[in-house]
């Protein structure tokens, strides 16, 4: 027995002496970050403004000094500078999580954008698209830096960095907040004015971010936010059943898209018909969602009744529906009768779809699809023809595995915590009591089926938020108002004031 023992010993300690020892990764050399200065000239504001462009690569580092993540950024900045003081700064990022910021850079306030029909009739096609100056642009009064947040454009870990430690709620905020802290010390503007713009997702970063500055050892107050598209809590975002709150907040949107395409409110302004159904949604929808089974079947009769006056579908529908449409079957719904669906991003925009009868939408976001392309090819032929960027990797203009693997946790590790839907307006509510000068405008499209405005009223009326300093601005478009001409030009009018009323 003791042989047996000690032969099945002999040939363990052989076996694992014969293992392979496990290597350590060799982490490839981080080469110098890459940067992109041009010099330039434009008319913005009706006044002639010379700026420099920087394109590059701002690595940030770990507490050991390690480089861990690259952020890329776009900072246009006027040159020669003049006082810092009187010059003020925007930070500019989109959502997601997992979009570049191309959308706001080649939409709205970029020195160049990209043309696309704005009555939304028509697909951007295939290349060459057509980039045009942009004469509402901000650089007569605001330099602006465009971010893009880890793994989106050029912006990537490095080094010993891992994507958890920014693919998350709270990460995400920490990132960003650093890299903004760290390009006002380079650029010595910490006396200048400061703004973050952001839009839907990046109307939850703001906040986040806004929070964080004031953290850190390095406090950096706001003197403002531009919201566009807000999304600052989810209950009123997410159309999912059971979510009453949803439909409350989609309720007005969808009757703005009924409205739109000539199926409700026929004969009256849009302003005045969505009073009509805010006031029906406050005064008799709510409270009957609330009775839900309570109600009598002439209850619901009625209220069935009214619904389809307000969102253009039949009554029977209504009712089978129990009273509660969810966003994605009315897209599909709305417009039937014709074969087309209608944009979750825009409500103006339709798509022919070969499934005339699913149940949602099943070609994608007629609203995303019909303009993605002009706006990729687009920044991808400005970079390399006027910023002279050469990078060895493509620019992500999306990246799905953030959304795959974010984390929404708010509380830390090791903690109790029950899953709920993200809300950030309790905490901008709380930075603006701490910070008595910052500002918020807040801009919302009637026809944005993702982030309905009626949202915006609902989250802006509660959570501690200080209403004096909110300033609420609508637009006849949708999450991205400024792909409609007028509302572009009215948005980026909108900003200004905002900024100028200091």
Not at 56 to 78: F, H, M, P, R
Not at 287 to 316: C, M, R, T, V
């Amino acid at each position: 027995m003791k042989k047996l023992i000690l032969a099945f010993f002999l040939v363990s300690i052989s076996t694992i002496s014969q293992e392979p020892k496990k290597e350590e990764v060799e982490l490839r050399p981080i080469p110098k970050p890459a940067s992109f200065v041009t010099e330039h000239q434009g008319f913005f504001g009706g006044v002639t403004i010379k700026y420099r462009a920087t394109a590059k690569e701002t690595y940030l580092t770990n507490e050991a000094g390690d480089s861990v993540a690259s952020i890329w950024s776009v900072a246009y900045t006027q040159n020669p500078l003049g006082s810092s003081s009187k010059r003020p700064v925007a930070f500019i990022f989109n959502g997601g999580p997992g979009s570049a910021s191309i959308w706001l850079h080649f939409g709205l306030l970029g020195p160049q954008i990209v043309k696309v029909d704005s009555e939304a009739k028509k697909d951007d096609g295939a290349a060459p698209f057509e980039l045009i100056t942009n004469q509402y642009g901000l650089l007569d009064l605001i330099d602006l830096v465009f971010i893009d947040p880890v793994g989106t454009g050029y912006s990537r870990v490095i080094g010993k960095g891992k994507e958890t430690d920014y693919w998350g709620l709270k990460e995400d905020a920490r990132s960003v907040a650093k890299f903004m802290r760290q390009w006002i010390t380079e650029n010595d503007r910490w006396n200048s004015p400061k703004y973050i713009i952001g839009e839907s997702f990046g109307t939850t970063r703001a906040a986040a971010v806004g929070a964080e500055l004031e953290d850190e050892g390095q406090t950096m107050s706001l003197n403002g936010m531009v919201l566009i598209s807000q999304a600052l809590d989810y209950d009123g975002s997410t159309s999912v059943r059971d979510n009453i709150t949803s439909f409350i907040t989609y309720l007005p949107s969808m009757a703005a898209a009924a409205w739109y395409h000539k199926k409700a409110g026929e004969g009256k302004p849009l302003e005045v018909f969505l009073q009509e159904c805010r006031e029906f949604t406050y005064t008799v929808y709510t409270p009957a969602l609330y009775k839900g089974n309570l109600l009598s079947n002439e209850e619901k009769s009625a209220l069935a009744e009214k619904l389809s006056y307000f969102i253009g579908l039949d009554k029977a529908y209504i009712l089978k529906s129990d009273l509660r449409v969810l966003v994605p079957r009315f897209q599909k719904k709305l417009l039937e009768d014709t074969g087309l669906a209608i944009g979750r991003l825009d409500g103006r925009f339709m798509g022919d779809e070969a499934d005339k009868v699913s149940e949602n939408p099943h070609l994608g976001d007629p609203a995303s699809y019909q303009v993605d392309a002009a706006y990729t090819a687009s920044l991808n032929h400005y970079f390399a023809a006027e910023l002279k960027v050469k990078m060895d990797r493509p620019y992500l203009v999306s990246n799905e595995k953030i959304g795959e693997k974010w984390r929404w946790r708010t509380a830390p590790e090791n903690t109790y915590w029950e899953p709920s839907p993200p809300n950030v307006a309790r905490s901008l509510g709380e930075t603006m009591r701490r910070n008595t000068a910052m500002k918020v405008l807040v801009a919302s499209g009637y026809f944005d089926l993702i982030c309905p405005f009626f949202d915006a009223e609902y989250t802006f009326n509660r959570n501690g938020i200080v209403k004096e300093r909110i300033e609420m601005r609508y637009y006849e478009a949708g999450h991205m108002m400024y792909l409609h001409q007028p509302d572009l030009i009215k948005l980026t009018s909108d900003i200004r004031k905002f900024i100028l009323e200091e």
